[in-house]
């Protein structure tokens, strides 16, 4: 009977730690997916002129996340394109050269490759952070002459917040909150000259020094806290069955190189990705 008691003890004490074991099987989701993106772009420069420049474009990018339950990464490679023209008089054509081209218009370029980390907190929050090992604008305006390439480029690092819901079983609500910690970054134009301010500054311009012109130049970078970069976005994703996902993303961007004449960017971006990998791992400890 003795034996029997204890033979039912071991079994059924196996069984809970078995029951354990499969409750603790670690997860990992992977997703892979393409985005095409719509937008809606705004710009001034104060060094320049009080006139804001507008314009609608579109773009493309590549996301990759594992999600391991508890934490999840993020890593991501966007390319957007827009035209746009300034808010307060006509735009008229001129021949220069021999292209009839529309003085005043500009045209944008943004290469942007991120990554991003969060914790869970509890089932609906997380938080973490981002790295953007590459943020840049590249302007070209008709009509400037020598002036009219204009670029910030730069590396970020951000805070974020997240928060998930389950609308259904088959759509889930995301909203991510990117907050501009530092950044580390340069501007092309300074103030009355097409050189950064801190070339400027320095006295260090030298029509020979290949680094006071290229955008990647590192040694005429500047590190700007978040009360001289500010840098908020904002981002709403619908995900719709395994493979859909539409979102929403405000961006709006201030920071200034010269004392009193910040450049301001705000961007409304509307995706729609298409997740081609969607798969779910699972290893038994």
Known sequence: ?????????????????????????????????????????????????????????????????????????????????????????SVNEELIGTELKKIGTAKEFRPTIYGRYTQKLNEHFAVGGKLDALDATFRITNGLGNNSVYYNNGHNLLASGRYDRSLSSKLHLSVTVDLGIISWMRESTGFAFSTPQSVVAEGAFNYQDKAVNNPFGYRFFEMLPIWKYGNLSVTSEINYSKRWVFSYTWNLRRFSTVKEYPTTIGLHTIGARFNFRNKLKQKRK
């Open 1 to 89: 009977m003795k034996t029997t008691i204890i033979t039912s003890l071991l079994i059924g004490f196996t069984g809970i730690s078995y029951s354990q074991t499969e409750i603790q099987i670690p997860r990992k989701h992977i997703k892979s997916g393409i985005q095409i993106n719509g937008i809606y772009s705004s710009f001034q420069d104060t060094k320049y002129s009080n006139v804001s420049y507008n314009g609608y474009g579109t773009g493309l990018e590549l996301i990759h996340s594992i999600d391991r339950g508890s934490n999840r990464m993020e890593f991501g490679l966007r390319f957007n394109y827009s035209n746009s023209k300034p808010s307060t008089f």
